[in-house]
């Protein structure tokens, strides 16, 4: 059974820091691995999303890595704003059946202080 | 495009009372997904439909029902709600056109109570 961890689960930080999010999963049989935003109270939207056969994706001041090998990711934040205190989600999409299916971690709580 | 539209956005319910949430996609996608999301549970996936006409139970579908009749709907029923069943329910959709480039999108959630 495919478990995905991420950690820290809450982290504060000072504006303009650079940061990093970890995510690990068990099972390295997965189709993609996902970076997801959620904001208090809302749905989840998508950040990045990285195949199986790549190593990163970057999206402005966004980086995720992929070592599937060793079933981790890291989604680096750089220049961090308060706009980007959220929290911060890790999914892997494996096979399950006819279904493709995704694996949520439990999240990490970002604050950026102004 | 709306994306993916839930309703209602909030609901109270006494135990034992039935309701359906109503999930709404207008981007064609062949996949609908129902998650709930609980404090330190993270999301689990509840039921599942892999086109019109089909369901599947995901990881915690006891007590509810979903059904498919339209490629754009998927509902969720609870017959007889439980305070177990307080929640945050998220329906998501994705086209699976090759798998490995599919992302879900999420609707805004529905906040259920129940007393």
């Excluded at chain 2, 139970?57 to 509810?64: A, M």
């Excluded at chain 2, 177990?84 to 109570?113: E, M, N, W």
């Amino acid at each position: 059974k495919q478990e995905v961890t991420q950690i820290p689960a809450a982290l504060s930080v000072p504006e303009g820091e650079n940061l990093v999010l970890n995510c690990s999963f068990t099972d390295s049989a997965i189709y993609n691995l996902q970076w997801f935003r959620q904001d208090p109270g809302k749905g989840l939207t998508s950040l990045l999303l990285i195949q199986s056969s790549q190593r990163e994706q970057t999206s402005g001041r966004l980086n995720a890595s992929l070592d599937k090998s060793s079933g981790r990711s890291t989604l680096y934040i750089a220049a961090s704003q308060p706009g980007d205190s959220a929290t911060y989600l890790c999914a892997v999409s494996s096979r399950g059946g006819s279904n493709y299916k995704l694996t949520f971690g439990k999240g990490t709580l970002l604050t950026v202080n102004p | 495009n709306a994306g993916v539209t839930q309703t209602p956005k909030f609901r109270v319910l006494k135990t034992g009372q039935s309701m359906t949430l109503l999930c709404a996609q207008d981007m064609n996608h062949e996949y609908m997904y129902w998650y709930r999301q609980d404090p330190g549970m993270g999301l689990r996936l509840i039921h599942y439909s892999v086109g019109e006409g089909t369901t599947a139970k995901g990881e915690v579908p006891d007590g509810y029902n979903v059904s498919r009749l339209k490629k754009q709907n998927f509902l969720l029923g609870l017959e007889s709600a439980a305070p177990s069943q307080t929640s945050v329910y998220f329906c998501a959709s994705t086209i699976h056109l090759a798998g490995s480039k599919d992302t879900q999108y999420f609707g805004p959630g529905t906040r259920l109570t129940v007393l």
